[in-house]
Structures are given as C-alpha cells and as structure tokens.
C-alpha cells in the first residue's frame, strides 16, 4: 500500500463508495437507523456531485427488500444482490475491474451489519490491496456493543475509522474545489449530534 494511503489520503479518481445492505427490512431492528440512513443520504449525494463511484449490495432481497427510499441509487455502477455476507461476491469484483479504470485503491464503506456484512467486506477488501475507510455515523447493527467491538476489531486490521462530514470534506479538500458551494448545503442541513460514535 502506498505511503499516502497509509495516512488515509482518498486519491482522486481511485475511490469508490461501496454502501452495503442499508435495506428497509432492517429499519425496526437496528440501532439508530434513522440517523445512519441520514448521514448515508448525505455521503451517497455528496459523492454523486463528486462523481465518485457508488457500488451497492442488498442482502437477500427476496426476504430482506430493497434499499431503502430514502436513498437514491440510480448513479451506482451496480446493484448487487448477494446471500455472501461480504460484498465481495463475485459480480462486485467484475464491477471493479472497470470502475476507476480497473485502479481502484480506496474504498469508503458503510452500511449494516458492522460487525458481520461490513467487517467481512473490509476484510476482502484489505486482503486484495484496497485501503478502506468505515464511515462510522452511517455503518450500524442490531446492538451497539456489536457495532463499536467491530469498530475495534476494523481498526486492528488496518481499517480507518471516519465520518460523513470527514470523508466528504477529506474528499473536497479545498475551499476552492468548484463543486464545494454544491455539496456544502447537504453538510450544513444535515449535520447533527447523534451520539452514534460518542463512545468509541
């Protein structure tokens, strides 16, 4: 892995979202969904205006349902269904090999559960030279000592641990970026304290 990855660096044009399993079949179950499904929204626009790669998977959408509404994910590069738990099925990678013209090198990723679809992905991911950032405030599961152990395990295997706000300001990197007065409206009105990584 590069020295720049190594400090978290998102190069441009070598980046794609991978938004995993946020399906409307697991909003009553999940801890504070709502909020992840909020800042997930807020991402998943921000990097649209960006033109950042967007891959999505839905986890047996014969019983789990689709994506939730909330979001839209007609920009993705593929919408995957799987019953692996990791997104690294086998379409994904097909999908990889042409997005970011086949050099892909980071990945941000979110979705439920962190502590098996999530963690299992970033794992694939890591193992196949790929640097992977957790956005934190949109990455849930049923319980919250679920969620945060997972943080921890993610962190031992080299993963680095964000939020929204920080991917998509890491992503702009410039005051004078020429899509930023586009995106900074979906910061500034969504933007609001969760406590979703107040105790990490």
């Known amino acids: 892995m590069g020295k720049t990855l190594k400090f978290g660096k998102m190069p441009e044009g070598k980046t794609a979202l991978f938004m995993c399993d946020l399906q409307e079949k697991f909003r009553p179950a999940m801890f504070h969904f709502t909020d992840v499904v909020s800042n997930a929204k807020k991402l998943v626009e921000s990097t649209k205006i960006l033109e950042i790669p967007l891959v999505v998977t839905e986890q047996y959408p014969q019983g789990l349902g689709s994506t939730v509404n909330e979001i839209n994910i007609q920009h993705a590069v593929g919408t995957i269904a799987k019953t692996k738990f990791s997104m690294f099925v086998p379409e994904v990678e097909n999908i990889l090999k042409t997005t970011c013209n086949g050099q892909l090198k980071c ?3 979110f ?34 000592e679920d969620r945060l152990l997972a943080f921890e395990r993610l962190k031992q295997i080299g993963c680095f641990i964000a939020t929204s706000e ?33 105790k990490m």
């Not at 979705?111 to 970033?122: F, I, Y």
């Not at 890491?170 to 007065?181: C, E, Q, R, S, V």
């Open 111 to 144: 979705g439920v559960e962190a502590h098996v679809c999530v963690e299992q992905t970033a794992i694939d991911l890591i193992s196949n030279g790929i640097s992977v950032h957790i956005v934190a405030d949109a990455t849930t599961s049923r319980t919250q």
């Open 166 to 198: 920080n991917v998509i300001y890491k992503l702009i990197g410039d005051k004078n970026h020429p899509k930023f007065n586009e995106i900074r409206p979906l910061i500034k009105d969504t933007t609001v304290e969760t406590g979703l990584v107040s």
């Open 107 to 109: 990945a941000i990723l």
